[in-house]
């Protein structure tokens, strides 16, 4: 049986960073596999286009999306990702922002944690 869990997630990104971020995502597209669109609509067995990486991916907020989905911990947890939205948040209006109106079961940690330890 299969349970669903709804993730809030909120990250920041420095306006510097962002071309690394859209560059990243791209690089990952390319390796993963295009995707095609339809070139007409209207036809049901028309012919089909690759869409380019930068088509795919025109910005950061697309970018970020495809770098959580693209994330092989979850793939080999076996957590499967079924949705993913992202909008810009102005400072004020985050959960973050504002943690006296919000009750977090599982607050977050604010240290830093090493990704990988040294078996040394």
């Known amino acids: 049986m299969k349970k669903s ?28 596999g295009p995707a095609s669109t339809p070139v007409n609509w209207n036809r049901i067995a028309g012919k089909w286009r690759k869409i380019t990486a930068r088509e795919w991916i025109p910005d950061a907020e697309i970018a970020i999306m495809e770098l959580v989905d693209a994330n092989d911990l979850l793939d080999a947890a076996g957590v499967e990702v079924t949705s993913i939205s992202c909008v810009e948040v102005r400072p004020e209006t985050t959960v973050l922002g504002k943690p006296s109106n919000l009750e977090l079961k599982h607050p977050i940690r604010g240290e830093v944690t090493p990704l990988r330890r040294s078996l040394t």
């Open 5 to 32: 869990y709804r993730l809030i997630l909120e990250v920041d990104l420095d306006e510097a960073d962002e071309p690394n971020a859209i560059r990243v995502a791209r690089e990952h597209f390319r390796r993963t």
